[in-house]
């Protein structure tokens, strides 16, 4: 082949075009002086700056202000018995869910204490997702790595995060054992370690499925491939979890903790006495997102945790409407499943979650002002954990002011182990509710009935809670 040269001054004019090109946008020295002007190094600038060069920006932003004494009294309240704690894990979907049945079953025996075993219903959730993982790369195979799909995929091959629907999926099919049937291990109650392993090698399993399809094998070869592969995975958690039970006695109490009767169980037989059956066809998921329609329904691909369970789908609805759902909820003594941007103007030490607790405004010298829509928008909010709602105080004119979550980070963490939030607090990053059907209008039901909107897996709103 012929080489063509290109004359130097060609070559140095281009070059210098390029580099003009490239500089379209930066930051040229005339911009930096009117930028550095916004820093006069003035006392107050010299000592905020000292401030928070040494100290927590949270700490320094605490409104004074707003520390007045926390009223804690609630005009509608559901009693609990004993806070749970799920310690370094992302299971607060699953103790959300068990802590709703929980309270029924608390009620309808009178027990002094009682509490599902989180830790079965994790072992199961683990293997269902690990199923769903690889029969997604099975379905996908014929699709190539740069696939949207393909990526999420590999992106997030296991999680101990998740939400309601998650609770229902795995309920529904393996019933439930309390928690001396299946007590937790250090695995469970700090999942990182475990998760990393078995997410490694879920993914070198993915390749080979892969592998398998380019080869032109069939589904029932790649089905025998995965079964083989989940045996590992399988031995992977019972190393870490230990073996589920498949059938146990449990020694029923009575109010002052006396044995009243031992009775033998499946964890299906458990489930019937002691849970809620009708999680998957009682309970409806709303959702206050103001970035997409409202009075809509939506659902999410991939967003279940067993591969043949439902994807999670729901009703958006303005936060008005949900808030009357779950007064009427509380007021008929039942708790529900309430997930929120919880990390966002919480006092942990208080527990409190109040949009006033701090003032970075005055700190920083700008304003913060972007609304729960443009939040959304922007990745800056989300749902990021899920707690029991149980208590709500109303005003005279019936109005919330407040209310309180029961929270599965132990009983010395916030409020004697709850978490207190102002209403307005509530508007701006309370974000899933799950209710009971009875307490939804029959128009929202309605709407129940619409073919949902399908998002995809990587829709920013939809992370797992943990």
Not at 179 to 196: D, G, H, L, R, V
């Amino acid at each position: 082949m012929k080489r063509q040269f290109i004359p130097l001054i060609l070559l140095a004019t281009a070059l210098t075009a390029q580099a003009q090109d490239l500089k379209e946008g930066g930051i040229t020295p005339d911009m930096l002086k009117q930028i550095s002007q916004s820093y006069q190094g003035t006392p107050a600038d010299r000592a905020l700056r000292n401030a928070i060069g040494n100290n927590s920006i949270r700490a320094l932003a605490l409104n004074q202000d707003n520390l007045k004494e926390m009223d804690t009294h609630f005009s509608v309240r559901v009693n609990s018995k004993g806070i749970t704690d799920q310690q370094s894990s992302g299971r607060c979907w699953l103790f959300t869910g068990l802590n709703v049945m929980r309270a029924k079953t608390l009620a309808r025996y009178g027990f002094r204490s009682f509490e599902f075993s989180e830790i079965y219903p994790f072992f199961w959730d683990q293997l269902e997702k690990a199923n769903l993982f690889l029969q997604g790369i099975i379905d996908t195979r014929g699709r190539g790595m740069e696939d949207e799909t393909v990526q999420w995929l590999f992106k997030h091959p296991l999680s101990d995060g998740g939400t309601f629907t998650g609770v229902a999926d795995i309920v529904g099919k393996y019933g439930l054992v309390p928690k001396e049937a299946m007590p937790e291990t250090y695995s469970s109650n700090n999942t990182s370690q475990m998760a990393e392993l078995i997410s490694l090698k879920l993914k070198e399993y993915a390749l080979r499925l892969r592998e398998m399809g380019a080869e032109g094998k069939g589904d029932k070869a790649l089905v025998e491939e995965k079964t083989r592969m989940l045996g590992t995975v399988y031995r992977m958690l019972a190393l870490n979890l230990g073996v589920p039970p498949t059938e146990f006695d449990y020694v029923r109490r009575d109010a002052q903790g006396n044995p009243v009767e031992t009775e033998h169980h499946t964890p299906m037989t458990f489930l019937e006495k002691y849970g809620d059956p009708q999680l998957l066809t009682h309970y409806v998921m709303l959702m206050n997102d103001p970035s997409r329609p409202y009075y809509k329904t939506y659902e999410i691909d991939y967003d279940r945790h067993r591969y043949d369970g439902r994807n999670w789908t729901y009703v958006n609805l303005p936060i008005e409407d949900i808030k009357q759902m779950a007064i009427a909820s509380l007021k008929d003594s039942t708790m529900m499943y309430f997930s929120c941007d919880v990390g966002k103007f919480l006092n942990s030490k208080r527990g409190l979650l109040d949009v006033n607790n701090y003032d970075y405004e005055s700190l920083m010298g700008t304003t913060f002002g972007m609304d729960k829509k443009e939040r959304i928008q922007t990745f800056s909010s989300g749902s990021s954990h899920a707690m029991t709602l149980m208590a709500v105080d109303l005003d005279a004119e019936g109005r919330p002011t407040k209310w309180m979550v029961e929270n599965s980070w132990g009983a010395s963490s916030g409020y004697q182990g709850h978490l207190i939030m102002t209403d307005e607090w509530f508007d701006e990053y309370m974000f899933r509710l799950v209710v009971e059907t009875k307490y939804v209008p029959a128009d929202v039901m309605k709407l129940f009935e619409q073919k949902p909107e399908r998002l995809p897996a990587w829709d920013p709103m939809f992370a797992p809670e943990e």
